[in-house]
């Protein structure tokens, strides 16, 4: 079982609607986690950080994490084109001597259609 | 600031050759990730630095792989010798913190292609 799970989409949605991401992760240990953004061609960047159960807004953007089920999801309203990228879920994951490292998922490519 | 420098941006070579990879992580940060990024097998972590002292190298794929971070302001990934199973995008990030999770801040990247 791989750390940390996505769909690879594409997940296809018109302008205007909401879309939804989502993610699974495999350990319960885990405490922090992280969506980031990819446009094609470009590097990642941070959007969104969650550490506690429940939802957590941003603008347009709501992250939404549920450590029973091992769950996290990524809710973007009044999708725009210019949302169009990959999203990459990423976990941590403890190491040795207190130190944690991030996993990040194989990603989700999300169209908007105008 | 000028935010997380990576170079060459691209670089092509033969089976073979060594290739040397460049980063300059945004000064004051602590933490040096270096990823690598292909299509089926999405951002894996090949070595994370925290004050310039190797912290995990277990995504290291194999001996022609190395890294080194002489100072707070500069690292290199070297393969030695390159097969074309390396050809993907190599990132370098940076964050602030030392031993938690916090915001990585992602380098332009390296497309490397090995012929």
């Known amino acids: 079982q791989k750390e940390v799970e996505q769909n690879s989409g594409p997940l296809s949605v018109p302008e205007g609607a909401i879309a939804s991401l989502n993610c699974t992760y495999s350990d319960r240990g885990s405490q922090s986690f992280f969506w980031y953004r990819q446009y094609s061609g470009k590097s990642p960047e941070l959007i969104m950080s969650i550490y506690s159960n429940g939802d957590k807004e941003d603008g347009r953007f709501t992250a939404q994490l549920n450590k029973a089920s091992q769950y996290v999801s990524l809710l973007i309203r009044d999708s725009q084109p210019s949302d169009s990228a990959t999203y990459l879920c990423a976990v941590n994951t403890p190491l040795s001597g207190g130190y944690q490292k991030v996993t990040f998922g194989t990603g989700t490519k999300l169209q908007v259609i105008p | 600031d000028a935010g997380v420098i990576q170079s060459p941006r691209h670089e092509v070579t033969e089976m073979g050759q060594e290739v040397t990879l460049r980063c300059k992580p945004i000064?004051?940060?602590?933490?040096l990730f270096w990823y690598r990024q292909t299509m089926m097998r999405g951002l894996e972590l090949l070595i994370y630095f925290n004050n310039n002292v190797p912290i995990d190298d277990s995504g290291m794929p194999e001996d022609r792989f190395s890294a080194k971070m002489p100072n707070a302001s500069f690292s290199t990934l070297k393969i030695q010798p390159s097969e074309p199973r390396d050809s993907a995008v190599y990132f370098c990030?940076?964050?602030?913190?030392?031993?938690?999770?916090?915001?990585?801040?992602f380098g332009p990247g390296t497309r490397l292609t090995v012929l």
């Open positions: 990030a940076s964050s602030l913190l030392a031993g938690a999770p916090d915001t990585q801040y």
């Open positions: 000064s004051g940060h602590n933490s």
